[in-house]
């Protein structure tokens, strides 16, 4: 089998991890410890996305120099990875030696082929600061609603997207001063000579998830690539052009070339060849992403890849966001949860769990929904796993396992056959299929001991004989299980090694029953959840205002790590008040009969492609499907509300029985449920829903 160099996008080094990231961290870290487990070769390396103007602002404003704050952030980072049990085979930085090489490299290969071109464009300019201003760094009324203190890329509170020169009334981020326009001389890399080539390695089979490759293909690919904009004039903190004095990579550029770099730098502590890695027929290279970065890794990436010689990606797997109780993570209900936070309250093994159980291959939004969380890890992991154990290793401690395994009417052999499944959904990203096939073992394995009963059988001394051999089976059982579970929970596996005395670190042991072995004394492997300590996290987690107490820069700081993060999982949202102004708006429809409401037909539905209508000032053309092949079209007036790219892959309820409606842009076969009045909210339905369920 190819060997395997995984990576997961970099962390922005402007902002501490938060359970959001974990998403993602947490879902390469189980496909490599699973494969690690097989015996495949498996290398998983990350590094600190480190460049950008969002860096250089904080250190200025700091009064520390930017090697110092990046410094500081990859220590807080790789101390809360490997808190949550995140083993990374090297960690690095794109701020090193071995990626400005590699960037020089790709870049001589770009100029080589006759892909950089250069362009003038109009920015706005901080005359205070003396620097051209992302949009991010630029705030004024958005020139569709008008509503104020708007960032110059988008409107929260319309959606609207535009150019920060058409915002009304302009002002720096940074300092509050009126912006200027004016043009600099950017370089620019062609990519639609790639486009043929994108077209059909974009479309392989198993390289990103179908929805993924189906968006590509209808929202980019339909069309010529837009030139690609890859510097960034001084200042800028980055790596600068050496052929283009004055011109810095912009971020985007330099922060795949990161995962080479950690690689190099791997490579040369192992002393391994680089070539073999990333110029080699015998390796595969997977990378992990979240839905909002695909066209950097799917478009770009391979492009630049390509121009070097280097080996692509075999596949490219996209994840969903993270929302918390049904909405997005918020400061201000305490659900937007450091890493840092989280472990001062409750186990990192809780929250691998359950994200395991949610995580498919397709990109599904996840939600950490806090109740079912306690009841999650409670009644599966507690309950159904570790009771195993402490209710049968107590019983053995002094006899230990059998000598022969005995009679257990064929369990044991049928958990073996499901290895193979189990392995199967954890090779292909389907941690959520690997899971509960994995409880249902568990179940199988409970319903034995309270058959057997053997607390029971030991207040009978003639019977110490049938409880060893009770006690054996269930401890095998539980072995296999901990087994699977290990991708998910090393640190179970761990800790079950020494109570069995056996290594848990191979997925074939599981085929095999431990015998004749002693059991060691049994120490509590993990504890219930305890709802106050839920409480108590969500408490810490919610702060007062700091950024409208300390002035600028802390709203600055949130702004930019809000921004940068790389593969954020959910932007924080703000508070929404049940103050009843929407129901006197609006009042109650008149009453209806039951009779009534079953004519109408709403089912879970899946968006599978999402499109601008051109001629149509409001509408978005959505397919959605009802599970299998059943697909419908609807037309839905929410253009100003939902960027196409952020619905693909959502789960939404529609109107299924609604009569199609022609109109001049196709035929509509439904209806999208959303509410608003002001704004546009679609309605979703709580994680674990289908395609194809009826709403009752």
Known sequence: ???????????????????????????????????????????????????????????????????????????????????????????????????RALCEEIWASLRERGRV????????????????????????????????????????????????????????ALTGARPEVRSAQHLMVAIEPERPFLSSWTQGEGRMPKEIANYLAGHFLSEPLRDWDVSRPAPYFGFEIPDA?????????????GYMAASKEWCDRQGEAFDDWWRSEETEIVHVIGKDIVYFHTLFWPAMLRSARLTLPSRVQVHGFLTVNGE??????????????????????????????KLSSKVDDIDLNLEELVNKVNAELVNKVVNLASRSSRLVAQAGLSAAYPDDGGLFAAAAAESEAIGAAYAGFDYARATRIIVSLADRANEYVDRMQPWALAKQPDKKAEVQAVCTVALNLFRQIVIYLAPVLPKLADDVARL???????????????????????????????????EKMIAESRPADEAAAQGGAAALAAATEAAGAQSPAAGGGAAVEDDGAAL?????????????????????????AAEHVPEAKK???????????????????????????????????????????????????????????????????DSGAKPGMRVH
């Open 1 to 99: 089998m190819k060997r395997l160099l995984l990576t997961s996008a970099l962390p922005y080094a402007n902002g501490h991890i938060h359970i959001g990231h974990l998403v993602e961290y947490t879902q390469t870290d189980i496909f490599a410890r699973y494969w690690r487990m097989t015996g495949r070769r498996c290398v998983y390396l990350c590094a600190d996305d480190t460049h950008g103007t969002a860096i250089m602002i904080r250190a200025r404003q700091e009064g520390r120099s930017e090697a110092d704050v990046i410094a500081d952030m990859s220590a807080a980072h790789q101390r809360d990875f490997a808190a949550f049990q995140i083993r990374f085979d090297h960690y690095g930085s794109t701020n090193s030696p071995a990626n």
């Open 117 to 172: 071109t250069a362009k003038e464009v109009t920015q706005l300019f901080d005359p205070e600061e003396g620097m051209f201003l992302a949009d991010r760094f630029v705030k004024g009324t958005c020139p569709k609603c008008a509503a104020p203190d708007q960032y110059g890329d988008s409107c929260d509170r319309c959606g609207s997207t535009y150019a920060a020169t058409d915002l009304v009334e302009p002002r720096s």
């Open 245 to 257: 004095p004055g011109n810095y990579w912009y971020v985007w550029f330099d922060a795949p070339i």
């Open 328 to 357: 997005k993570m918020s400061k201000s209900k305490g659900t937007f949860v450091l890493a840092s936070t989280y472990l001062k309250h409750l186990d990192p093994a809780y929250l691998r769990y359950y994200y395991a159980s």
């Open 500 to 534: 069995l005395g056996s290594p848990m670190d191979r997925w074939e042991l599981a085929k095999t029953p431990l015998v004749g072995t002693p059991v060691a004394a049994y120490e509590h492997l993990m504890k219930r959840v305890d709802p106050g300590a839920v």
């Open 584 to 608: 006197a708006k609006e009042p109650l429809a008149p009453e209806c009969t039951i009779d009534d409401f079953g004519k109408v037909d709403l089912r879970v539905a899946r968006i599978v």
């Open 619 to 685: 509408l978005l053309k959505l397919t959605v499907s009802l599970g299998g092949e059943a697909r419908r079209t609807v037309f839905a007036g929410i253009k100003a509300y939902y960027k196409p790219e952020d619905l693909i892959g959502r789960l939404v309820i529609v109107c299924a029985n609604l009569a199609p409606r022609k109109m001049k842009f196709g035929l509509s076969e439904g209806m999208v449920l959303a509410a608003g009045d002001e704004t546009v909210h679609l309605l979703s339905p």
